[in-house]
């Protein structure tokens, strides 16, 4: 009768149960690096994405006016959010500020394989800290997370880059070069023709010559070679940086993940610094995962101090089709430990057992619909309950419950007062 | 620069956590019960809600026309979308269906105490079923994690109900009286005078002297009263049902937090049978925590089959103010287990102990901001750390490394081999 909208999902059980794994493995993983979890709002001004994000954001915004004449916007993105709420607070905040959350955004875009107009990120992100070892640590985490979730080094690559470095590049050829839109271009560089590369190239104030001396220094890919060629402060500086990051990387036992990429670029206009974007390495999936980097500027041109800045925003489509590719999706299946079926008016007794085993952390299903016996044990059998206790008249006129192996299909009976008793995790194998 | 839209909270860390321990208190109770947990659009057609909800919530709408000229609104409640999406997989689905999810939701209201447009809650819904069972175990779930979160029977209670015995009374009095306007009343009435109460029944088809009578015979609360003045079978078994909800609640253990109270109507027009409201039992917290109730129809009016239906919502800024009145919100404090300190250049040696560390379940960090001794053991001591583990490159020349306990500053020299070596959690007091 009523559709869902194009672009948003519904998450079924058995969809939502690997999608909580993924995010429950990042998430223990930043908790374990000392990362705070924040809350954030869905609604803010849609003037902090004009004025901050990049063009292709703003375009895909869903933005309107509220019923108090506020035009506001469903958050595209969390970095401006969580820079606006350090700003807020940036005396208090005990500094380097880690923080992490996981929560949806949304962008009016083209849905396609991996891309949805909502969408799921654990963002994570270091404030207050320009040192190397806080890009290395943010992608650390992402790499230890992907490694509790069964990747492996063979599975998935950080394309790691610097802004100094490109954009310093696109500078030396001089200031009639439109730096930032270069960068966009470059960004590019994978999804169109050499070509039109070229030409988009001379659009941001290159000639054809240096368009292709360009495109031939970034594929090759030699750091000293790029730095001599543009022979400028800022390029050194972004070689050295981007080294530095390796280092630190190759110490927090996550070098392999990385490869040096001088093309990637990363489409937010906000980053200053190292730039990643993670891949599969069988180019199966051939979107970007996730991405990340430096932006050292924000927070002050929030109205913050100047404060240095790294994240990383592990999103979840794009990781399910990694996790699929590789084989490792989690499998979430529907797992029930106890199921306590009741035949007769013995509701008090089956509660009673359902409450103890819940009491010892079990997941335990008893009938709420007033089933038959061969009902509720289809349903204990769908939900994969692994012991079915029969809570029976006849046998409780004998003080006994049936307690029955669903994987076997043993059954025997066993006093009612010992069941659970003492016992943890009672099965059929400690009575039979 | 830029400021938090009214009626929207960001949660810093300290508020979060005591946030995220109320939900995840709720949400095991919920999996140990074997609600399933699902995922939900944050965006559905607005027409859904002009058709299914009650004219409060249309009213405080966010909605808006999408760039695709879609007529949207930002979800004001879960019930239809979860209804939709039975009705979607109706066939496939196992009954009963045993859902569970957590997540924000908005509306444009007038924010007060408790009261936020953007505002968390927990779905729990059973579908399939209309065993009083059903009823009583989405009521036994909330209980059960108040419980865990240290509430106690005298912290709160559940006013419980049944729309055939209100509505039934309103259209015992003949068929002039408009029955649902009737129940939006009824709900109002702990808010409004007597005066302007009976003034709102008669605007609903009752005489001055009905009025007076529905309020007594309400008030007084007896329910065989009330089916007797009634005199009808829609009264009758709507009393037989809540008996019948109230032995259940008696056999699951929850009993003690139950109270009948004709007067509670809930303010949702798609209810049918038994509806409940948590309210803090001192009275302190004026507002209803929250509530919930039988919605039989639905599903069929969203096209699905006739499946019976009951659901409850505890939503996190009210159950906040009750946690805080009974002086039990959770703490969620900073805390660390390990602080890997490092002086000079010890970064490899200091980062394998972190992760070694970490790879235990630990909440570790380490210095990702190239601090001074002083300033990590002040950083340290801000996150609370327990342990800190002075990597020093003089150590580490003796192969040691030191380990402070925080607490009484005692600290002692480790050979660095030992750290963490075969130890699980290896503290000061393994080696003073």
Redesign the interface.
Known sequence: ??????G??????E???P??EAMDAVET?C????F??????????A??YVDKSGEGIVEEL?S?????G?H?A?TPELT??VA??V???QQE????I??FSTR?F?R?EEPQQGRFR?FYQTNVD?F????P??D??VMAVVA?AFDRLGLTPDDFEFRVNHRGILGGLLASFGDDVDVEDGIRVVDKSEKVERAEYYDLLSGVGLTRDEARQVDDLLSAGDLDEIAEFAGTDQVAAGVENLRAVMA?A????VREYLTLSPETARGLDYYTGAVFECFDSTGEVSRSIFGGGRYDDLIEE??GPSMPAVGVAPGYATMTLLLQRAGVLPEGT?S?DYYVLRVGDT??VA??IA?QL?DR?????S????RSFGAQLD?AD??GAETVVIVGERDLENDEVTVKDMDSGDQTTVPVEEFPGDRDRPTYDDFA
Do not use: C, N
């Open positions: 009768m009523y559709d869902r909208l194009k948003f999902r519904d998450f079924y059980p969809e939502m149960g999608r909580r993983v908790r374990r690096y000392g705070r979890e924040v809350g954030t709002p869905a609604l803010e001004r003037q902090m869903y309107f006016e509220d019923q108090g506020r506001v469903m401006p959010t606006r709420m700003v807020a607070k905040l005990t500094k380097p880690k923080w949806p949304w009016y909502e270091i207050g800290s320009s040192a070892e806080a290395a640590e230890d630190a190759e110490d927090f036992g929030f109205g529907l029930t509701r008090a509660a009673r409450r819940r952390g079990h997941v335990v299903e009938d709420v619909a007033g349903y769908s939900v």
